[in-house]
């Protein structure tokens, strides 16, 4: 007898996630991939990926999606429900630990704080301007200072001297990291002193105002660095949390929200592997129809049109949709 799972996938601008959990929501398999700009040709990698090793094994159930692709990858495998990352990333947190009362979120290229209370989401905050606290500029800092991003956290642990590093922007903040190691400070300092930085950066701009109480959760992808996680716990004077699946919880939160849907419904959407091999298009216009000049998204499966969205009138959501490519 197959298995029956979950599937969650969290698209975003800079990875991709997939996640398969049982009815015990334990995972069975993730994957995080580089979106690198082509979200559709990695979604179908993973999920061939997926087909390949566990097809035979185990029956869908449920597909929940979320991420900035959420819609995209909705309409693409067949999704049973779609959420944003707020929602998604919160339902993960509280599964794992039932009294969260506030998640650090830092990603690729956003960060963002959720507060909970009696489980329940009352508030959030997301980066709006500036990309000094995400991972991407992190990344890139790795790679100008000739080290592994891997060994970032375990390096800043090894600091000596504390080094103020000016982080409230990303150019301010490269720019005074090449100042102090031309006064000569040791890499692991100047790297301790950017974790700081990071954390000043996100509790002053994402965190202003919010009351963070303990527990304290910390995920996605930049949790992976002990030295922010140790900033963190520095700024915050309580014990932060790394959930196991920290890279991945927006997947998790939205295949826990698949399973819940396919418990009210008791039928899934998904359209099956196959579509791993199905050939997708992207096309956009900007409808002249109206003042609000919405930006109009149709997908098409093998040069027919299988959705649109992103019109607030319904005109162009509801139209035929068995039109060849444009």
Not at 33 to 62: F, H, S, W
């Amino acid at each position: 007898m197959k298995e029956k799972v979950f599937l969650g996938i969290d698209v975003g601008s800079v990875s991709t996630n997939i996640v398969l959990v049982n009815e015990n929501k334990e995972i069975i398999e993730k994957l995080y991939l580089r979106t690198m700009g082509n979200p559709i040709k990695v979604l179908k990698e993973g999920l061939n990926n997926i087909r390949e090793q566990y097809a035979d094994d185990i029956q869908i159930m449920g597909v929940g999606t979320t991420g900035s692709g959420r819609t995209l990858a909705s309409f693409m495998v067949g999704g049973d429900v779609v959420k944003n990352e707020i929602t998604s990333h919160a339902v993960a947190s509280s599964t794992y630990v039932p009294d969260v009362k506030t998640i650090l979120e830092i990603g690729g290229q956003d960060s963002k704080i959720i507060i909970l209370r009696n489980h329940v989401v009352c508030d959030f905050a997301m980066n709006t301007v500036c990309a000094a606290g995400t991972g991407s500029f992190l990344d890139r800092q790795a790679a100008r200072l000739g080290v592994p991003i891997e060994a970032f956290g375990d390096l800043a642990l090894k600091s000596q001297t504390p080094v103020r590093i000016a982080g409230r922007c990303a150019v301010f903040a490269e720019s005074d990291m090449i100042h102090k190691q031309q006064l000569g400070y040791s890499q692991e300092d100047i790297i301790n002193g950017l974790c700081e930085a990071l954390v000043r950066n996100y509790l002053n701009n994402v965190g202003k105002g919010k009351e963070i109480l303990s527990p304290v959760v910390f995920q996605g992808g930049v949790a992976a660095n002990k030295g922010i996680k140790k900033a963190f716990e520095r700024a915050l004077g309580c014990e932060v949390y790394v959930p196991e699946h920290y890279n991945v919880m927006g997947a998790l939160g939205a295949a826990i929200l698949a399973q819940r849907e396919a418990q009210r419904k008791h039928q899934t959407n998904f359209l099956g592997f196959d579509i791993a091999d199905i050939d997708f298009q992207v096309k956009g216009f900007e409808c002249q129809h109206c003042p609000n000049a919405c930006e109009v998204v149709g997908i098409y499966k093998d040069d027919l049109l299988a959705a649109r969205w992103g019109d607030k009138c319904g005109r162009w959501t509801n139209i035929n949709l068995e039109s060849p490519v444009a």
